[in-house]
């Protein structure tokens, strides 16, 4: 199918989406027995929704994969009617409707290409394998290819990888088990159903992230971040132990056993750990804190939006000779961690979080002339955040601290392609990378630059730091990766770099 005559498809649907939809609900009324009145107006209001849904989601494929996309589509839809009860040839009908009423109300060549995707679900419905409990098993797992590197790696790689070529049957998998289980829920959460799949892919990927690394504490940190975004949502922390339940289950169906057994394992500790209580995170900024009273006063600047009284709360702070090193390590750091927790627990928006950060940007901008020491080190750092990292704030904080510290330093900001970072690296002749990741799913990023690196002759003598949230969630994970070390805060990573170079002058 051409492109523009699928999108031309596509514009005609979505005008013509209520018309369509009475046309299609008045043929299915039509041809099926009437039930009592008060069912039909519930069963009738349910099936305008659902309808209304099939048009949305044929728009949507005929202007990226077409009757391919529509078909999974139509498979998925099947399971989630099956799970209410509602027979598979229901949804079969509403598809023949709402083609007969296609080819009525679109031009003859628009509803071809429309009529042609619908056909393609019918025939998903009609000879394909659903994915529902008992259909699961029935569905061949595609063989992971022959990866010698991977063979090398050991097994925790070759199960990351495995997990991660299934992730598109996985998901979708996992959904439709969990809503199978709670038919309730299906119906009630309708447009929550497409956040719970795109969830999915989140949750496998930092599990094939923890799995590679042999490390379930990195996926039980996840966990625990995402039951307090779901809390500060409303949502019930039990969905997402539901979930996590269903996508072992999926996986031990979909992969070899050798490779499901330990993704189901780090699952299950998750699971228990979600399960055990939440514990509360307190905040990061307190009034007895060592600078508390400064930080609590720019963080309500920060938190009111109001950016000339945070500068003017550091500039003032600054004019009576409080040292900038202490207002990076006391105000700006615990400031920027409150913000991050404010955020996850649904207390302010992601704008207002942009913009807070925004605000201490621009201040650490007005302070870099202090920021120099005339004391200069004869040592060079570069200092990045890693490919797909788009948090360039933690970086910027270590780079400022080395600066203080009399190094050269050299800041390429967020998410930097690896061969770049290698290549700044030669060119400055660092003595020091640092490396910032985020989120679990930042790992193979890390350790994709980390290798490539120690492969680099250029970069034979550089020290490797490694730093930001999973480092500071799982003890020693920076030895995993290859690195030479890690810091929980940007002040300690210059005392650790100063003593690894020193201990190879030794």
Known sequence: MAIPEGNTAADELLARREPLKDATIGRIEAARRAPGEGGEREDTARCREDVGAHVDALAAALRAAGAAQFGEYCAFTAVFLEGLGVPRSALGAALDALSETVGEQLAPTLAAIAQGALAAGRQRLDASPIVTPVALASIPAEPPAHDDAAEARGRAAEAATALARAAPRLAP?????????????????????????????????????????????????????????????????????????????????????????????????????????????????????????????????????????????????????????????????????????????????????????????????????????????????????????????????????????????????????????????????????????????????????????????RCRDVVLLVGGQPFRAVHGLWRQLGADGSAPTAEEAVRVAQALLAARSA
């Open 173 to 457: 998998m996992s959904v439709a088990l969990s809503y199978m289980r709670r038919p309730g829920d299906a119906l009630a959460h309708r447009a929550r159903r497409g956040r719970c799949l795109e969830d999915a892919r989140r949750h496998i990927d930092q599990l094939a992230a923890a799995v590679e690394l042999e490390t379930p504490a990195l996926f039980g940190d996840y966990a625990d971040w995402v039951r307090s975004l779901l809390t500060s949502f409303g949502v019930d922390p039990a969905e997402l132990v539901n979930h996590l339940g269903a996508l072992g289950d999926a996986i031990a169906l979909a992969l070899p056993e050798h490779l499901a057994e330990a993704p189901r394992r780090y699952l299950a500790a998750a699971i228990d750990r979600l399960t055990a209580g939440h514990v509360e995170i307190p905040s990061f900024v307190q009034p007895d804190a060592p600078l508390g009273v400064l930080a609590c006063a720019y963080l309500d600047a920060q938190l009111q939006g109001d950016r000339w009284r945070a500068i003017n709360v550091i500039r003032d702070a600054v004019d009576a000779g409080t040292p900038i090193k202490d207002i990076y390590a006391h105000v700006f750091q615990p400031c920027q961690y409150e913000i991050g927790r404010l955020w996850q627990a649904h207390q302010i928006s992601i704008a207002e979080e942009h913009h807070c950060t925004a605000i201490t940007q621009t201040i650490l901008s007005h302070l870099y002339p202090l920021v120099f020491n005339a004391d200069r080190a004869g040592r060079r750092l570069v200092a990045t955040s890693v490919d797909g990292n788009l948090h360039e704030i933690g970086a910027r904080f270590v780079a400022d601290f080395f600066e203080m510290a009399g190094w050269d330093t050299f800041y390429l900001g967020a998410s930097t392609p690896a061969q770049d970072v290698i290549d700044e690296v030669a060119r400055r002749q660092a003595d020091v990378l640092a490396v910032s990741a985020t989120l679990g799913e930042h790992l193979r990023s890390v350790h994709k630059l980390i290798t490539a690196a120690r492969h680099d002759g």
